[in-house]
């Protein structure tokens, strides 16, 4: 295959891993627009790049074991601005194989390949599973010091040791084409690490639906995995799934499938979010999830402004309507919980604890505050 080495997360095809290959070869770049076919022959002369044109709009530049494929990418990233990259398809060939229809399938944006190789930690991590978690307690809020729930958050680290924020993360993956990857991975390892520290409350776990192609076939793994290593804990019903950048969720349907994929096994669905934009409103009224999570911007602040008490108000009176418990994010005063507390049915927030690899145990801002 044109994509070089692969290793395997369980399954063949799409739960592999596709890692940039090593070696000699020759790297075609197919420009869509004849504008751009012309600034990058241009450009690739002046950087001077060992090229041809073996067909016409083909460029083909030649790849030595010396200056691997990713150096290749890395010096095209310096060469080409991005509108240039994502306007061009690319694909590798090792020396000793012929272009043919088989390698169309490893046919990306160049952009695409070069993220790919900018995010070769990420493709470590995730080929040696080394992905960790930290956990956070949802808390009762009229009762902050009892535990509901966990929220499970995604933490990693690079072969060399440094921290990689999970927004970093994400975007790489994003970028080089490998959420679903990522997505599967943390889904779980969130329960793996879960069970190995303990934890038998409900675990809230996050996932991005635009890394879940066919529910049927994605989400087994998942439920594999929870009845496989997760016996002691009440399994389904022990565990919520939660939908992550519901914001950017343009296609309500599939998620719709998604979620009664959830369900149908026993599982419960989180929304998170609520209140961030109208997408998530509306999205609301049409999955009915079991829980909401509130936004932590109408959280912050909401003690002392009458205005956003209103708006929160109008959320948490809807979510009654429609029997969905309540969960407010970002706590992070006693004012903001004394607010909340009799308003919602959970809190989460640095107030109570803030997250850890080891399960803290939660603080009650005013223990004598029955």
Known sequence: ?????????SCPDCERINVLPTGAGTLY??????????????????????????????LAVAVDPEHD????????????????????????VPDGERFGVEH???????????ARHNARDLAAILASDALDFHFQPIVHAARPDQVFAWEALVRASSPAGELIP??????????AEMMFHLDRAARINAI??????????????????????DPAFCLETTVREIRGIAPD????????????????????EHLRRIIDRYRNAGFRVALDDLGAGYASLNLL???????????????????????QQKILGKIIELARELDIRIVAEGVETAGEWRWLRDRVDYCQGFLFARPAAEPPAPVHPDPEVP
């Open 1 to 9: 295959m044109a994509t070089g080495e692969e290793t395997i997360l």
């Open 29 to 58: 770049l197919a420009p869509v627009l004849a504008h751009t076919r012309a600034t990058l022959r241009q450009r690739l002369i002046e950087e001077r790049f060992p090229c041809s044109e073996p067909a016409s709009g083909i």
């Open 69 to 92: 494929l990713g150096a290749t990418l890395s010096r095209l990233d310096e060469a080409l601005s991005h509108s240039e990259q994502n306007g061009c398809r690319a694909t590798f």
């Open 104 to 114: 169309l399938q490893d046919t990306h944006l160049l952009s695409t390949l070069i």
């Open 166 to 175: 999970p927004n970093i993360l994400f975007d790489q993956a994003r970028a």
């Open 192 to 213: 793996r690490r879960a069970t190995e520290r303990g934890i038998r409350d409900q675990l809230f776990i996050n996932f991005n639906p635009t890394a879940i192609y």
């Open 233 to 252: 804990v009440p399994a389904p019903a022990g565990f919520v799934f939660e939908v992550i950048e519901s914001d950017q969720i343009t296609d309500t």
């Open 285 to 307: 009224s049409q999955l009915r999830p079991d829980f909401v999570k509130i936004d932590r911007e109408l959280v912050r602040g909401i003690d002392a402004d009458e205005y």
